[in-house]
C-alpha cells in the first residue's frame, strides 16, 4: 500500500520561506517521478512543481518558477519542495503526488497516489 505523508507546512509571513517535505512508503520510490500539487480554498487543485527518477528533471509552473526548488532523496524515500520568496497567493493546502510518466507531470490525472495535504498560510 502506497503511502504519502506531507510535513512542514505552517504559517509565514510574505517574503519569507518553508521547505516541505513528503515521506513515501510502500513503493520502489526512486522507480517514480513525483509532483507537488496545490489546492486554494474554492479553487481546482494545481499543479506546482514535479521532479523525474534520478532528480535529473524538474519541471515547474510559471507562478513558482524561481522561487521554489524541488528535490529528491531516494535514499530517505523523500521529496521536498523549498519555497522561498512567498506570497500570500501561495496559501493553500500542498499535495505530494506519484506515478506519472514524465510527459504527463503537469497533469492531474496522471498521478495515481497521493498524500494527504499540509497548510500553507502566507500572511500579507
Known amino acids: 500500500q502506497v503511502q504519502l505523508v506531507e510535513s512542514g507546512g505552517g504559517l509565514v509571513q510574505a517574503g519569507g520561506s518553508l521547505r516541505l517535505s513528503c515521506a513515501a512508503s510502500g513503493l520502489t520510490f526512486s522507480n517514480y517521478a513525483l509532483g507537488w500539487f496545490r489546492q486554494a480554498p474554492g479553487k481546482e487543485r494545481e499543479f506546482v512543481a514535479a521532479i523525474n527518477w534520478n532528480g535529473a528533471s524538474t519541471n515547474y509552473a510559471n507562478s513558482v518558477k524561481g522561487r521554489f526548488t524541488i528535490s529528491r532523496d531516494n535514499a530517505k524515500s523523500t521529496v521536498y519542495l523549498e519555497m522561498n520568496s512567498l506570497k500570500p497567493e501561495d496559501s493553500a493546502i500542498y499535495f505530494c503526488?506519484?506515478?506519472?510518466?514524465?510527459?504527463?507531470?503537469?497533469?492531474?490525472?496522471?498521478?495515481?497516489?497521493w498524500g494527504q495535504g499540509t497548510q500553507v498560510t502566507v500572511s500579507s
Open positions: 503526488a506519484t506515478g506519472p510518466k514524465w510527459s504527463s507531470v503537469t497533469s492531474l490525472s496522471a498521478y495515481d497516489n
